[in-house]
């Protein structure tokens, strides 16, 4: 985005075949490792495919940045809560990956219900020469044992291996919407919505309840929560938006119970702009502290905005994601289309803003310049190394060559979940059971 913001090439994209594609191959998160070089995704049939970034070689110096299969694991499974006659999805909502401590990498995944700590770790050799078990493992008849070996180490075949660590569950009466890994790296949380629960890492068998906001009588609800994270550097604080489109900042030093919160963001609305969908449009679907902590970026409907955390009365800087569609809300409301949950990322300097929209097409903003760009990820135009050329959205009148007419965009392709490589100019982008990785383009 430092050069000219559509000369991005598409770096490789990891395509499973249309035909063979099922409800259970729809991608539902995206999340780069701390370095950036792990990708996780994780679909709707409760699997985790985990890509890992190849290494340069001095005869391939291009290939660095091409993500490759790592590992593939089932993280969950179909459940059924037969107290309250309910089928839990093995879905996976959220993934979040732990800093990394050593060789091993960790990461958290969680669907409607249950968070599970997964450990990914390579092993190249095997132990050889057991004095109670023969080769195949099957053990010896102690009497024939006459001597006693040394069990040797024996290089083999590389193994990439998953295995849960720990299991959280029991703690939610309703569904999980979001996780987030605390920098204290001994604590995260988990929200659904109506409530956000504190565990640490090494305690499954109970967690704390930081915020409920749940009221006596159900039929007095008038929000839920809708997405919450903890800040980037400072572990005492937290944030989390509404389905009332604000957002909260809460302090742990303050309260046990956050209940009350710190400081409370939210735009009041023109009254010259209320419609019967305002409140639907209002909801925010994703809340990102910036990396430096010093903003908050939000997603509702139709536009990303920016908050100072020193100010809440209005936002520090507001983008039109797809205006073109207010004119549309009817029938995105008919179609359930205007509930989607859309995501937003900050690129590794907080410069520039990724999210999602119709027509597989997703949107940047650079903060400083303030110009914006739509792409499109879509099989026509992936050729590997292929650069992405700037759509446009024309609303009526005469349309010209390059743009596409707002009544023909497809709903159905929506890009829902990205992400940002954390140091560089490296995209994630799933669009249904597709998952596209693009990087700016390299002189």
Not at 259 to 280: A, L, Q, T, V, W
Not at 353 to 381: C, H, I, P, Q
Request: with cysteine.
């Amino acid at each position: 985005m430092d050069e000219e913001v559509d000369n991005r090439k598409i770096n490789s994209s990891f395509l499973r075949d249309h035909n063979y594609a099922t409800e259970a191959d729809i991608i539902s998160t995206v999340e780069f490792n701390s370095t950036g070089e792990l990708l996780a995704t994780g679909d709707k049939g409760g699997r985790v495919v985990v890509f890992q970034r190849e290494q340069e070689t001095k005869n391939q110096p291009h290939r660095r940045g091409e993500y490759n299969v790592y590992s593939t694991f089932q993280s969950h499974e179909p459940e059924f809560d037969y107290l309250k006659s309910l089928e839990i999805e093995e879905k996976i909502n959220k993934i979040r990956w732990l800093p990394q401590q050593n060789a091993a990498y960790f990461l958290l995944s969680t669907n409607d219900k249950t968070v599970k700590l997964w450990k990914i770790s390579e092993r190249d050799k095997r132990p050889e020469g057991y004095n109670l078990k023969d080769e195949d493992g099957r053990i010896r008849d102690p009497t024939t044992i006459k001597a006693l070996r040394v069990p040797v180490l024996r290089p083999m075949d590389l193994m990439v291996e998953a295995t849960p660590r720990r299991v959280f569950s029991n703690a939610h009466t309703y569904h999980i919407n979001s996780i987030s890994v605390n920098s204290d790296c001994e604590t995260y949380m988990s929200t659904d919505d109506l409530r956000i629960n504190l565990w640490n890492l090494e305690i499954t068998n109970k967690s704390f309840n930081i915020v409920d906001i749940k009221p006596n009588n159900m039929e007095e609800l008038t929000e839920v929560i809708t997405a919450a994270e903890f800040h980037p550097n400072q572990c005492n604080t937290f944030v989390y938006s509404s389905s009332k489109g604000s957002i909260r900042l809460c302090d742990m030093r303050a309260a046990a119970l956050c209940d009350s919160h710190s400081k409370f963001f939210e735009e009041p609305e023109d009254p010259s702009n209320r419609s019967f969908f305002s409140e639907i449009i209002s909801s925010i679907s994703d809340v990102k502290f910036s990396h430096s902590g010093h903003y908050l970026m939000t997603r509702d409907y139709l536009t990303v905005k920016v908050w100072d955390l020193n100010m809440e009365n209005k936002p520090l800087e507001t983008y039109q994601v797809h205006d073109y569609l207010r004119s549309k809300l009817c029938s995105l409301y008919e179609n359930d289309c205007i509930f989607d949950k859309f995501e937003c990322v900050w690129n590794g300097t907080d410069s520039v803003l990724m999210t999602g929209s119709y027509n597989n097409f997703f949107r940047m903003f650079d903060r400083n310049t303030k110009r914006d760009v739509t792409l499109e990820a879509s099989r026509e135009n992936s050729k590997p190394r292929a650069i992405l050329k700037p759509r446009k959205v024309c609303v009526g009148g005469k349309r010209r060559k390059d743009e596409i007419s707002v009544d023909s965009l497809d709903f159905s392709k929506k890009i829902l979940h990205t992400a940002w490589h954390p140091s560089e100019n490296i995209i994630a982008v799933a669009a249904t059971n597709n998952l596209y990785i693009f990087q700016d383009k390299i002189n």
